[in-house]
């Protein structure tokens, strides 16, 4: 099983970063966020022999389509059941908490969505104090346009302050990063070791 790591956006995309906070000098990028938390998920699978892919290794922007294509370039040479992608993003527009997107190939997809939002939920009383928004059908242009298994994790809100914070801390990626991991590890035994 091949894991496709996708962090969306480059350097250069308009918009998709935090408010100029009053007083504040921080400001979060969501390409950075996704890019660091990306690095952090590609380097722990490949530490414990987990066959793992950056997508999108430049920091500037890859289309959606070029992404798109890489995607399907690897599925089709290992077989679209033998790799799945994950796209990770900050969220924004005022909310607070954590979801997760799926779209094609609804039976595998909704599944590995299912298997990541457990972990969330499984940690809301010790790292990971936010809501879970749960899981979200929709046909987003990566997950509709990619031909293996494919879900999309929306990190909490740059521009909800609490959000903000844990999204800036170091301890923040690291468990935003270990959610990532522990859920594909996760869904890797249970393609591994089929229930009964
Ligand atoms: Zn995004």
Redesign the pocket.
Known sequence: MKILIDN??GIETPG?RSPEWPNESRRLF?WEF?RDIARRVHETLTQKDIDCELIVKEINDVSLQERCNRVNTISNQVGKTNCMLVSI??NAGGGTGWEVFYTRDVMTSQKIASVFSEEVTSRHDTDFPFRNRGLKYDPLFILKHTNCPAILTENLFMDTWDDFLFLCSEKGRAIIADIHVQAILKYLKTVLIPEE
């Open positions: 969306g956006h998709k969501e996704n993003h900050a």
